[in-house]
């Protein structure tokens, strides 16, 4: 289910979070707030309302002068150890950071500026849009349609939101399967965040799947761009893809795969709209992992040498039985199952 607020105490948390950056204040805790998509926005907000008051006259409108300049925001990242890696604001003797005085005056005296100038105001919340966020239960699928004629075919137990403006159409993707179908608009590119991964599009239809840091995209049509900052990959991505390629990003790592075929491209979007999901040389671990977002039974596999086997097949979305019968059938493998828990264990 869609939904498309911006409730005062998100607002509130936001401006918080972004003066906090600002002032270098900088947890574990705030990562994990900025990791989730619909925050993300939130702060693009927060940021782009503060530009808008730097832009307005003091002189029209004296409260303003309660607040400090536009306050730049450093670059954060989570390092492979878990620390927290900040590029520093170089503050000039001018600068000026926001008090706790200022965020009150910023939460409670914005709304009345926002009366005398709205223009400013909905200006930029009108080209970022307001997110859209969507949590597709397990067993689940959803289409949605944007304004501009492009589609999104989101498969079970995918979490993303999605902002439509007038200047930018953009995807923050969680976690799951998504097929997009992008009405091509040079002026206002299609750009999916994902994790620490970048994907931008002018017009085209591809596939994205994230579980965790690993990335997949696969295009059937058109062009997109992939970049990726991970803190482990060296140099930083920067790659095109055309159609029948896929690149697969997982810890940082890169593999680029110039050999899909158009069969198999098809097949990904027809596995979101269809009961079963076609796999073509994939390891057992990796089938395993993307058969959870469909089914909330474990699945564990005991011994690891049978992790990297690579196996072909369609597995059933809907029916666990025939998804284990099948699994057991492509493997060799001896499968039990807990008849209390419904666990199953791959010896």
Not at 54 to 68: C, G, R, S, T
Request: hydrophobic letters at 40%.
């Amino acid at each position: 289910m869609g939904t498309n607020s911006l409730p005062d105490e998100k607002f509130a948390a936001a401006t918080d979070r972004f003066i906090d950056i600002h002032e270098g204040t900088v947890t574990n805790e705030l990562c994990d707030w900025l990791e989730a998509g619909e925050n993300k926005l939130l702060l693009d907000h927060v940021d782009a309302l503060w530009q808008c008051f730097d832009q307005i006259d003091e002189l029209d409108i004296p409260e303003l002068k309660q607040l400090p300049d536009h306050p730049a925001v450093p670059d954060i990242q989570r390092s492979g150890r878990g620390l927290i890696a900040v590029n520093p604001i170089k503050k000039s003797a001018e600068s000026k950071s926001p008090n706790k005085p200022q965020r009150r005056f910023f939460y409670y005296a914005a709304p009345a500026i926002a009366a005398s100038v709205a223009f400013f105001i909905v200006l930029p919340l009108a080209f970022f849009g307001l997110p859209d966020t969507y949590a597709i239960a397990k067993g689940s699928q959803q289409t949605v349609s944007l304004a501009d004629g492009s589609q999104l075919i989101i498969d079970s137990n995918a979490k993303l939101s999605v902002a439509e403006g007038w200047g930018r159409r953009q995807v923050t993707l969680e976690q799951g399967s998504v097929f997009f179908e992008v009405t091509p608009n040079k002026q206002k590119p299609f750009v999916i965040e994902s994790g620490t991964s970048r994907i931008t599009v002018l017009g085209t239809r591809f596939h994205i799947y994230r579980k965790g840091d690993l990335i997949e995209v696969t295009v059937a049509s058109g062009q997109v761009n992939v970049q990726d900052d991970h803190a482990a990959a060296t140099p930083n991505l920067n790659i095109n893809l055309s159609a029948n390629q896929r690149a697969t990003i997982d810890h940082g790592a890169f593999d680029l795969n110039k050999s899909v075929d158009h069969i198999e491209v098809q097949s990904v979007k027809n596995s979101i709209e269809n009961d079963k999901i076609q796999f073509k040389q994939k390891s057992l671990e990796y089938v395993v992992t993307r058969m959870s977002d469909y089914y909330n039974q474990n699945v564990t596999i005991l011994n690891n040498q049978h992790r990297n086997i690579k196996i072909s097949g369609a597995l059933s979305k809907d029916d666990f039985d025939a998804y284990i019968a099948i699994l057991a059938q492509l493997t060799g493998f001896k499968i039990e199952r807990n008849a209390d828990t419904g666990a199953v264990l791959i010896y």
